[in-house]
């Protein structure tokens, strides 16, 4: 089978031709439809995280896939592939067949696309939690979402607005993702000081929600209410932020992580009641596909900021 395989870290993965893995008892032996590619994913191929998988390596954390062999689910059956270490220190999802562990495995809406299947957990469970559990929006408030335009942004935003948000202000570094943003979105273009500009020097927003870390969101927590919140998910732009301590203690401003790997349990939850909103279309999720073949370049235009949904790649 082709597998989409890390050799070195730091460098791109590269597709070889590898033999279809054994499954044992507990296990489940899958054809994969279509597998996610996530910036956790990048994260463990730069071998900077705390989590370092032994090389040669498949990653990828997320896939819809079809069952071929199992004692548990009947062949056949459509399941999402999520956790129990894979894509993280057990080989992943980026290849034509894997085998995971019973327990990582739940079954899939069929009204849902393989793309859509392999990729909603993620971006829709970080979105409300962020939203709802963490920044604890309510009716009435005016929200920042940074990076609206992408996957995890796109979601906050949207589960801003079914919060009752009275303006959700969509922050994009580039006019050209101003198509990517959902209905009701109010859009603002750009970063560091050209934002600080554009949004001016005054608190405009009760809730900040920020998917890009680096020169956006060191411009936008000061746009927080004093007692406000600001909830921080990603770092595609810099994982680094300076705070003017005095003026941010004065501000009085929370800010509280995001972190969904502590989050297994509220997504399994939360999943049910977001599939049934993606399927009466209150929730938009749009996706990209590539071939495997391609996953170095879907990899780079990721962190450039270039996609237009959701990666997945498709064996």
């Known amino acids: 089978m082709r597998a989409a395989r890390l050799h070195e870290f730091g460098q791109s ?113 970080t979105g409300y939690v962020a939203v709802n559990d963490v920044a604890q929006v309510k009716p009435g408030e005016r929200v920042i979402v940074s990076g609206a335009s992408g996957s995890v942004g796109s979601m906050a935003a949207q589960f801003a607005l079914l919060a009752g948000a009275s303006e959700v202000i969509g922050v994009i570094p580039r006019a050209d993702q101003i198509g990517l943003l959902p209905t009701g979105v109010r859009p603002v273009v750009g970063r560091g000081e050209e934002l600080a500009a554009t949004l001016g020097q005054e608190p405009i927003a009760n809730v900040l929600v920020d998917t890009l870390g680096g020169d956006v969101v060191s411009q936008l927590i000061p746009r927080v209410f004093p007692g406000g919140r600001a909830a921080l998910i990603g770092y595609t732009l810099g994982g680094s932020l300076t705070l003017d301590l005095p003026n941010w203690l004065l501000s009085d401003v929370k800010i509280l992580p995001v972190n969904m790997m502590r989050q297994n349990a509220r997504t399994a939850e939360l999943i049910p009641g977001i599939v049934e909103r993606l399927v009466a279309g209150e929730l938009t999720l749009a996706t990209q596909e590539f071939p495997l073949e391609d996953i170095a370049t879907a990899l780079r235009l990721m962190q450039d900021g270039m996609l237009t949904g959701r990666a997945v790649v498709v064996p």
Not at 35 to 45: E, F
Not at 67 to 94: H, M, P, Q, Y
């Open 13 to 125: 993965p590269t597709v070889d031709d590898v033999d279809i893995p054994v499954r044992e008892t507990g296990q489940s032996l899958l054809k994969v439809e279509a597998a996610a590619l996530g910036h956790l994913d990048i994260s463990v191929a730069s071998g900077t995280f705390d989590i370092k998988p032994t090389l040669p390596h498949i990653g990828g954390t997320n896939a819809a896939a079809i069952v071929v062999e199992s004692d548990s689910i009947a062949v056949g059956t459509r399941v999402l592939v999520r956790g129990g270490g894979i894509g993280l220190f057990k080989n992943g999802c980026w290849a034509e067949f894997i085998v995971v562990p019973d327990t990582a495995l739940t079954l899939v809406d069929p009204r849902l696309s393989p793309s859509v299947a392999a990729t909603f957990g993620l971006p829709t469970s």
